[in-house]
């Protein structure tokens, strides 16, 4: 068993920050199709961005390796950085129920702002939400910690699979012989969570074509419906879960390199032997079906059984990179992106929306699912080249800084060379 964790600065682990800098790359792989494209395009590819040739592959990958993957291996890291802020601020001013409580308070508003200005997907406030559950637990065993994460988790499937044969048995009586036209309506209301019209897309297309008020319109439109309909009942219950399980493999040691080379081998082997294979399953059923939406939307309701698996096996390749010491260049970079993960991620809806939005570039909607990669690798490119030669210079990411300077109620030490500054995570 290795017992060695790799520290980078100060008190930060380079593993930590390595795995969210990996995170926070990987979330745009997804989120790309919602800034580019009709939101429904990010479940239905047939919706748009194109189905078939390089566009198909694009969907299928993603969807097994990405989509919901990514997200969840960075909510982990966020309930895995709950109890290391909460720890660090034990012996502090204000200590951790202010700090955490403040955190959370201050979250909510940045990520409501980047939910209405910016990217209507937003976590921030999903996690500022979800934040508020976690840390009255942060000091159970760890046994416990997984256990709730666990049912939390599975309560949320049972009640996603009961919506989606609730929406079956809907259909089947808005399509029967002798449909009453209370069933003919109920359906139609309905069927807009998982067949949207196509006027929905266009009229999202015009409104990011057209100024700042018209892609604010539309975005607000999306936001709200994100947070008073989705969030409630499906976001926020999987952060909780996920949270939890974050927090217990922090206090496993998972993140900070304490499991053997053998146990991160077994993670992967779970994840990528067992969990991605059955995702490539689902996929090819949900594509073989032709993307019928009751059938989509009941089968990607399993995946939220192997997305944590598949987001920590990813994580263990990261740990026992960073480990190994091999290609240092390399986790040196990530681990510099996941210190600035708060910036990155809002740089990236800062950038993309100059990308797509009318008063930018004005490419939305044009480019196919594919074609987006090459907004992810520019958008890539600049992370892992600015996060470094920045933290050289300051102490934190530019929204690292503001966020904790509000936490604290003070401007904290910004720049390097002047006053010295914990390199506590924020």
Known sequence: MATTTTAAQGDRYLSIDAVRGFAVLGILLMNIVGMGMPAFAYIDPT???????????????????TDGKMRALFTMLFGASAVLVAERAEAGRPGPLQTHYRRLFWLFVIGMLHAYFLWW???????????????????????????????????????????????????????APNATPGAVKAWQEASQLVAPSADLGRQEIAGYRGGFMDAFRVRALAARLIQTYLMPTGEIPEAIGQMFLGMALFRTGFFTLKWS??????????????????????????????????TLN????????????????????????????????????????????????LMTSIITTLVFC????GLYGRLSRFGELAVVAGVWAFILVWSKPWLARFHYGPFEWAWRSLVRWSPQPFVRGGPTAAEAAV
């Open 121 to 175: 997907g937003d976590i921030l406030v999903t996690y500022a939400l979800a934040g508020l559950v976690i840390f009255p637990f942060r000091k159970l065993d760890w046994r416990l910690q997984l256990t709730i994460g666990v049912v939390v988790l599975a309560a949320l499937l049972g009640a996603n699979l009961f919506e989606a044969q609730a929406l079956t048995a809907m259909h089947a009586a808005a399509t």
């Open 261 to 294: 080379n053998r146990a991160y081998a077994t993670m992967i082997a779970v994840g990528y032997l067992i969990a991605a294979p059955v995702t490539a399953w689902i996929a090819w059923t949900i594509w073989r079906a032709g993307f019928e939406p009751l």
């Open 358 to 361: 009318g008063f930018g570039l």
């Open 298 to 345: 009941r089968l990607e309701d399993w995946q939220q059984v192997t997305r944590p698996l598949i987001g920590l096996a990813h994580a263990s390749v990261i740990l026992l990179l960073v480990r190994s010491g091999a290609a240092q260049g390399v986790s040196n970079r990530l681990a510099a992106a996941g210190r600035m993960a708060f910036s990155n991620y």
């Open 47 to 65: 919706y748009a961005g194109g189905s078939t040739g390089a566009d198909l592959w694009t969907w299928a990958v993603n969807n097994v390796l």
